[in-house]
């Protein structure tokens, strides 16, 4: 079993349009599994239009939790007061929550659970243990069923962190299904960038597929990102999308790969025919098998080249 990760410098590169065009050619020649560890911005659920068959809670982290959510330190009834009032000011949880999740209001004080860092200073300091610590629960991960095969992704709730613990997850249980129903491919949608989420996208696959344009801050990603994968020992390939917008940024990446002793996987055209497929929820290769239109069968031949280039060196993996 061989693990694939698609990767950019930065999101927008059309790294999820091939990535879902290659899932078509894999799933057609042996079974495969996907993921979608691009969970800050998940969109291949787009196009897979999965059914899901299994749905989890992501819990990371800690949050401050208190019995309502408002504290109340306001009429002389309220058992609290003396005690906000005794304790010296500097030492009050409004004081200390570097976060402002704990604050001076009208009505006495108020937390907002939305702000809390969960770095459990009030936990720690109220003398009335009025703050409790609860796992913090940030987004669902699910294994669902598609027309390629299965599929691991996820949705991070708004404002939830630690992306990079979630697309370890992601790609964890992917690679379970793998081994469960023999896969031998596991195509995964990385994380763009070169931060914490693709960084656990790339360490431990065996090869990833760097997208990139034909720019100069595309060249300028393309050398961190390559970078990155040396740094954790990946193999890479690459491939330019829109490669003929500027052909003499093209050949100059192209001449770049050769000089560092990388693969130049091919080049995508630009044409519309990207977005029309995702309009439609289908694949490049889906699409133009269906249209039949010149541009569409130009990119989805792209995309062969590029996947029969991809399979080669798979077979130079050990
Ligand atoms: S002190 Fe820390 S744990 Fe308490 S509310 Fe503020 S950020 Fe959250
Ligand atoms: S630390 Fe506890 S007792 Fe003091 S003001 Fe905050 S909630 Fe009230």
């Known amino acids: 079993m061989k693990e694939i990760v698609c990767i950019s410098g930065k999101g927008g590169t059309g790294k999820t349009s091939l990535t879902a065009a290659i899932a078509t050619l894999a799933s057609e020649q042996g079974r495969a599994v996907f993921a979608d560890c691009d969970v800050d911005a998940a969109d291949l659920h787009l196009i897979f239009r999965p059914v899901s068959t299994e749905k989890n809670e992501f819990i990371s982290g800690k949050i401050a939790a208190i019995a309502q959510d408002r504290l109340v330190h306001t009429g002389p009834s309220n058992r609290y007061q003396s005690a906000s009032l005794d304790h010296d000011l500097a030492t009050t949880c409004v004081e200390l929550c570097r976060f402002g999740a704990i604050r001076h209001s009208a009505e006495g004080i108020r937390y907002d659970p939305l ?129 003929d917008i500027n052909p003499e940024q093209t050949d100059s990446m192209r001449a770049w790969c050769l000089r560092n002793g990388i693969q130049c996987a091919g080049t995508l055209p630009w044409n519309p025919t990207a977005t029309a497929a995702q309009i439609r929820g289908l694949s490049i290769i889906e699409y133009a098998r269906l249209c039949r239109e010149e541009d569409a069968l130009r990119l989805a031949e792209a995309v062969h080249s590029i996947w029969e280039n991809i399979c080669q060196l798979k077979r130079s993996l050990v």
Request: charged share 20%.
């Open 115 to 243: 702000s809390c860092e969960g770095c459990g200073v009030c936990v720690h300091c109220c003398p009335e243990s009025l703050f409790r610590f609860e796992p913090r629960r940030c987004g669902d991960w699910y294994v669902s069923d598609s027309r390629f095969g299965p599929l691991v992704h996820a949705a991070l709730d708004p404002r939830a962190e630690n992306s990079g613990k979630l697309v370890t997850t992601v790609r964890q249980n992917a690679k379970r299904i793998a081994r469960e129903t023999n896969a031998e491919l596991i195509l995964v949608d990385g994380s763009p960038g070169t931060g914490c989420p693709v960084i656990a996208s790339i360490t431990g696959a065996d090869a990833v597929l760097i997208v990139t344009e034909p720019t100069l801050s595309g060249q300028h990603d393309l050398e961190r990102v390559a970078a990155l994968a040396r740094h954790f020992r990946v193999p890479a390939s690459v491939c330019i999308n829109k490669a």
